[in-house]
């Protein structure tokens, strides 16, 4: 139905909000505490999402990942952030919609960074990312806020994830596992020629290192 309506009545509106810059001592402030409560941990790991790519974080998350090791897993649009080729590299995780194998190790783990957060139907498992997680045991950042267990603080992760990374004192860092994971394709029942399940077994079989895979994110819905 196309029905002109005015627009006169956005002219009132302030579409301009600038990111407000907080002093650097804050920003310290914030680094040092997501790290005191990696350095209390016991089985912390790490989950890279889409918005670290997109605030020109990747390399800050893979220094990161390289200087503590802590076992770390991508979401489904956070592919290609993380160098799957590290050995704490686990897999992906979805939620609900994980390996059950790859959700069980997260929902044991006492502390979950997410890291560049983007939360939506598809990249959250139905909005089940959180499953099974203590409240208290989930470090959130994005672009907008950082939320430490019950807290929330109003200041995006570009200025704090570089401070985390340039902060850390690897000898504080806890003694944990690297857990080898068997990934397995799920059979699931189909009356289809050729089953999703069968498609995904020959990919893999099919790709060769160096290969350039195109996807997309509905490949698998």
């Known amino acids: 139905m196309n029905i002109p309506v005015s627009a006169l009545r956005l002219g009132d509106l302030d579409l301009y909000r600038p990111m407000e810059i907080r002093p650097i001592e804050y920003c310290g402030q914030l680094a040092s505490l997501v790290l005191s409560k990696i350095y209390s941990s016991t089985a912390p790991c790490m989950l890279v999402d889409i918005l670290t790519a997109r605030f020109g974080l990747t390399d800050e998350v893979r220094a990161f990942v390289r200087k503590t090791n802590i076992p770390n897993l991508s979401t489904f649009m956070g592919k290609s952030v993380l160098d799957e080729t590290e050995i704490s590299y686990i897999g992906d995780y979805n939620g609900d919609?994980?390996?059950?194998?790859?959700?069980?190790?997260?929902?044991?783990?006492?502390?979950?960074?997410?890291?560049?957060?983007?939360?939506?139907?598809?990249?959250?498992?139905?909005?089940?990312?959180?499953?099974?997680?203590?409240?208290?045991?989930?470090?959130?950042?994005?672009h907008e806020n950082i939320?430490?267990?019950?807290?929330?603080?109003?200041?995006?992760?570009?200025?704090?994830?570089?401070?985390?990374?340039?902060?850390?004192?690897?000898?504080?860092?806890?003694?944990?596992?690297?857990?080898?994971?068997?990934?397995?394709?799920?059979?699931?029942?189909?009356t289809a020629a050729i089953t999703q399940s069968q498609l995904l077994s020959s990919l893999q079989k099919f790709i060769q290192p160096n290969d350039t895979v195109v996807d997309s994110t509905f490949i698998s819905q």
């Not at 006492?110 to 983007?118: N, T, Y």
């Not at 139907?121 to 950042?141: A, D, F, Q, R, V």
């Open 97 to 142: 919609a994980s390996e059950k194998e790859v959700q069980q190790f997260v929902q044991t783990c006492d502390l979950v960074i997410h890291i560049g957060a983007f939360n939506n139907e598809i990249n959250s498992g139905k909005h089940t990312l959180y499953n099974g997680l203590h409240p208290e045991s989930l470090i959130i950042m994005n």
């Open 147 to 190: 939320i430490i267990g019950s807290t929330k603080f109003d200041v995006g992760f570009v200025p704090v994830l570089p401070k985390i990374v340039s902060n850390l004192n690897p000898s504080k860092l806890p003694q944990f596992t690297i857990p080898r994971m068997e990934h397995r394709i799920e059979e699931t029942p189909s």
